[in-house]
């Protein structure tokens, strides 16, 4: 696996285009399938977790293939009753197949998905769902049955805690359902907004988008369409906190900056000049950064979890005390173990807060990312610190980003990959 190589104590400078969203672009590419049409979807980012995402489709008979401006899926011979039951294996957001997959072929099967290393990450919200719509579920060595009977129906389903994955999963199902689902509790994230304004192009009628109550009237026939991914806002956001942490001034150009109020919001408060432009967001950072007393990860329109392990990194060079405090995911806290080898005073108060202590100067080491955006963390960890840093376990940081070091070196950062 390659490694990254980070010469730190560069400030970043310049500017960088953001790449499209991973978490928007894979439910809007599973939900290609419902479409049994031919679909362009523009501003794809060519990462991991894509790859895969297309594989799957591939191997339910959709045509796929890189065009100039986007990749093209058509779905008109897709089977979606042949998904082999290991693909789901290995990526989470594969899951998000299943609503898709219930919902055309009445039966799925699939292997427990798997995902970041970050907590349980259960699919009961998942289950219930479809369970209200219709389906009946059995477990058998491992592998997960799903069964439509004789087609799923519309229902009123209230999902007890906000989950993005579930809601946009729900609504996957319930268009194909017959009849109406009322769905209250529905995630707000800008991804299942993104989700439901694809559908509606293709021709489904959802009610109520970018609220915590959708009304989806199932049934309708979808059609292939041509549709543009946003730009990744979680992407935008590490590099806006890697500015911080370096001292810079960088142009985050197409950043998504309507969905990023929360991170803006406390890069201000960390003593940051933000600028929304035409072209994107301007990130000035301070001369001395400013610390907080209290961070907290929430649901959108709140602090990202998974910017959570970034900012905390950032935190190491701000002047003064700062908890921190996720409370969507149990198990993100790895990161402290790695700083604290860095030179920072880091400190796990319990499984779901820690403390940092700044400002320290941290110092290169070696390292291995063991999920996605730990990984994003050191390697912003590895531009604050002094000397060199390895990072290792490359594969991680590959699913969420189409290429961290092509994009950092562009700010002036001396970073490569080995
Ligand atoms: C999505 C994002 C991920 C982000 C997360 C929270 C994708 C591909 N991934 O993940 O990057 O960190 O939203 O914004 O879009 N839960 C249950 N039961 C369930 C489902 C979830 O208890 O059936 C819990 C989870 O363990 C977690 C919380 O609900 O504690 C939120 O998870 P959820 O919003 O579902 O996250 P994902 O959709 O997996």
Redesign the pocket.
């Known amino acids: 696996m390659d490694s990254i190589h980070i010469h730190g104590g560069v400030c970043l400078q310049g500017k960088v285009r953001i790449q499209g969203s991973?978490?928007?672009a894979?439910?809007v590419l599973a939900a290609t399938i419902l479409t049994k049409g031919i679909n362009l979807i523009h501003n794809c980012p060519k990462i991991a977790?894509v790859y895969l995402m297309l594989e799957l489709l591939r191997s339910l008979g959709c045509v796929v293939s890189w065009e100039e401006d986007g990749v093209r899926v058509d779905a008109r011979n897709a089977a979606p009753n042949k998904m082999p039951v290991s693909a789901i294996k290995g990526m989470?957001?594969s899951?998000?197949l299943l609503g898709a997959l219930l919902g055309e072929a009445g039966e799925v099967a699939m292997e427990y998905p798997g995902?970041?290393v970050?907590?349980?990450?259960?699919?009961?919200?998942?289950?219930?769902a479809f369970r209200s719509l219709g389906a009946e579920f059995r477990e058998e060595n491992g592998i997960i049955y799903g069964n439509a009977g004789k087609g799923l129906m519309g229902a009123h389903i209230d999902m007890p805690?906000?989950?993005?994955?579930?809601?946009?999963n729900t609504v996957l199902a319930a268009v194909s359902a017959e009849g109406v689902t009322v769905l209250t509790g529905a995630?707000r994230?800008p991804?299942v907004e993104t989700l439901c304004k694809y559908l509606c192009r293709c021709g489904a009628q959802i009610e109520g988008i970018g609220t915590d109550r959708l009304v989806i009237v199932g049934g309708r026939r979808l059609s292939g369409t041509e549709f543009g991914v946003p730009a990744d806002r979680?992407v935008a956001g590490t590099y806006l906190l890697a500015c911080l942490g370096t001292g810079g001034a960088v142009l985050l150009e197409d950043a998504p900056v309507s969905h990023m109020e929360a991170v803006v919001s406390f890069a201000c408060r960390m003593g940051a000049e933000c600028q929304e432009a035409q072209e994107g967001l301007y990130v000035q950072a301070p001369g001395r950064l400013l610390s907080c007393d209290r961070l907290t990860t929430e649901?959108?329109p709140g602090f990202?979890?998974?910017l959570q392990s970034v900012a905390l990194v950032v935190m190491t060079a701000a002047e003064g005390k700062c908890l921190i405090e996720e409370t969507?995911?149990?198990n993100r806290f790895r990161i402290l173990e790695p700083l604290r080898r860095m030179g920072g005073k880091v400190r796990l108060i319990d499984a779901g807060k820690a403390e940092v202590e700044g400002p320290v100067f941290l110092n290169g080491t070696e390292t291995e990312a063991w999920e996605?955006?730990g990984g994003a963390a050191l390697v912003t960890a590895g531009l604050m610190a002094d000397g060199e840093t390895i990072v290792k376990g490359c594969d991680y940081i590959d699913r969420?980003y189409e290429n961290i070091c092509r994009d950092l070196r562009e700010l002036g950062a001396r970073i490569y990959r080995v």
Not at 161 to 168: F, H, K, L, M, N
């Open positions: 991973k978490n928007a894979l439910p977790d989470r957001s899951l998000c995902g970041c970050i907590g349980e990450r259960p699919i009961d919200l998942h289950l219930a805690r906000s989950s993005v994955g579930a809601t946009e995630a994230e991804e979680i649901i959108y990202p979890t998974d969507i995911f149990e996605l955006r969420g």
